[in-house]
């Protein structure tokens, strides 16, 4: 590996939760529908696998296409297949065009199962691509990855050493495999080494998990809430319902997107005006995952 740069730079400031949104489909588009939250994240794959919507938003940049006026970061993590799709300076010129606040540095493979040759490759090539991003002229979100504890602390250091000082952690299949728990306390016990020894702070987010975890001072971002709605489910205090479940049923929801009406109300909503129904649970979901991922830190 060439010898790695370094630049000065600033934590991004992460909100306790950022939402996800599906670029595609404005239901999730959720400012247009009267709910105000100041970040959210874009994940570039959707655009990777729409050329006319790809087309359309790079030639506009990402606020002007979503008239979202808080700030936008740009996801850069997708399914394995599409991550060869552009060469590294085709995603440069992307990014430069949809002019996001932030963008984390190109995703890689990474399974814990490989042998530890191949995952070790791919984790000099994730720290290679973190230095060949320093040359964009665009905030920086790192990311934490790797098949075991160090691996992961290996590509923190060099990241940090590299001026990184806002990361992310892609974990929605470590979280459904049972294997984020093996991982993640090393990852902040990485960082919390790095930030005594750098007297730096450091923060993380962790992305693509729909649940609170119990550690503290973590960011979460991730699309449950809209993909959940799409599902019928219902979430209260952050767990997950059935519509039906009797439980919630006949509850009210005093939240600005229900106002006052119970999962039956949203139910008898649906059965009328189904984009009405979805875009009400939705909002709902939305603004109870907000409360439950914000509420006492
Ligand atoms: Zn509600």
Redesign the pocket.
Known sequence: MASLSKKAMTKIGFKRFIPQIDIGDKKSWFWRHGVELPEIFVPLWQLLVNETLLAEVSSKGLHDFLGFNGRIFLSMVMPDELIDRLRLENYFRLINELRPDATMTLDNYTYVDDPLFLSWSQTVKLVSLANDFLKLDVPLIGLVKGANPLQIDWAIRKQVEMGYVSFAMPARELFEDNLLEDLLPGAIMSLQWVSKKTKTSFELLIYGVGRRLKYRGLSYSNLSWFLEAKQGHYVKGGKLYSFKDPEIRFEE??????GG?MPQELIDLMLSDKELGLKTLA??NL??VNEALTRGR
């Open positions: 929801c005093t939240c600005e997107a229900c009406m909002l709902h603004l109870d």
